[in-house]
C-alpha cells in the first residue's frame, strides 16, 4: 500500500508539473532572465560610480576641512568682537544721552535690530514674507 501511494503521489506530482510547464512560456522567462541581468548589470555600474564619486568626496572633505574649521571659528571670534563694540557703542550713546539729551534726534536711541537670527531654524518662504512686512510695518510707523 505504502509503494502504490507513493507512485499516486509521484504520478500526481509529474502531471502537476507538466501542467505548470505548459502554463509557462519559457521565452518570456529567457526574457524576464535578460531583464534581471541588464538591470543588474546597471545597478552595478552605478554602484561603482556612487562609490567613485565618495571616496572623491571623501577627499575633497578631507582637503578643505582645515580651512573650514579656521573660517568658522574667525566668524564666530568676530561675531564675539563685533557684539562687543556695538554693545559699547550702545553704553557710550546713552550715556551721551544722559549728559546730552538734545545730542541724538528724538526716537534715535531706540535700537531696531534687523539682523536675522542665524540660529533659529529657517522657515518657509511665506513665514519670512510675513515676518519682512510686519518688520517694514514696524520701521514705518518709527
Same mark, same amino acid.
Given at each position: 500500500?505504502?509503494?502504490?501511494?507513493?507512485?499516486?503521489?509521484?504520478?500526481?506530482?509529474?502531471?502537476?508539473?507538466?501542467?505548470?510547464?505548459?502554463?509557462?512560456?519559457?521565452?518570456?522567462?529567457?526574457? $524576464?532572465?535578460? *531583464?534581471?541581468?541588464? +538591470?543588474?548589470?546597471?545597478?552595478? /555600474?552605478?554602484?561603482?560610480?556612487? !562609490?567613485?564619486?565618495?571616496?572623491?568626496?571623501?577627499?575633497?572633505?578631507?582637503?578643505?576641512?582645515?580651512?573650514?574649521?579656521?573660517?568658522?571659528?574667525?566668524?564666530?571670534?568676530?561675531?564675539?568682537?563685533?557684539?562687543?563694540?556695538?554693545?559699547? $557703542?550702545?553704553? *557710550?550713546?546713552?550715556? +551721551?544721552?544722559?549728559?546730552?539729551? /538734545?545730542?541724538?534726534?528724538?526716537? !534715535?536711541?531706540?535700537?531696531?535690530?534687523?539682523?536675522?537670527?542665524?540660529?533659529?531654524?529657517?522657515?518657509?518662504?511665506?513665514?519670512?514674507?510675513?515676518?519682512?512686512?510686519?518688520?517694514?510695518?514696524?520701521?514705518?510707523?518709527?
Amino acid at each position: 500500500m505504502e509503494e502504490s501511494e507513493r507512485a499516486a503521489i509521484r504520478a500526481a506530482s509529474k502531471e502537476v508539473s507538466h501542467e505548470c510547464k505548459t502554463l509557462i512560456n519559457t521565452d518570456a522567462i529567457e526574457s $524576464l532572465e535578460q *531583464m534581471q541581468h541588464l +538591470i543588474l548589470g546597471r545597478l552595478q /555600474d552605478s554602484n561603482a560610480v556612487l !562609490s567613485h564619486f565618495n571616496e572623491y568626496s571623501e577627499n575633497c572633505y578631507a582637503d578643505v576641512i582645515a580651512d573650514f574649521s579656521k573660517n568658522t571659528r574667525l566668524l564666530k571670534s568676530m561675531k564675539t568682537d563685533l557684539d562687543y563694540i556695538f554693545l559699547k $557703542l550702545r553704553n *557710550m550713546k546713552s550715556k +551721551i544721552y544722559a549728559t546730552y539729551p /538734545d545730542a541724538f534726534p528724538s526716537g !534715535s536711541l531706540e535700537v531696531v535690530d534687523t539682523r536675522p537670527d542665524l540660529e533659529a531654524p529657517v522657515c518657509d518662504l511665506s513665514q519670512q514674507d510675513h515676518a519682512s512686512a510686519a518688520m517694514s510695518n514696524q520701521q514705518q510707523t518709527l
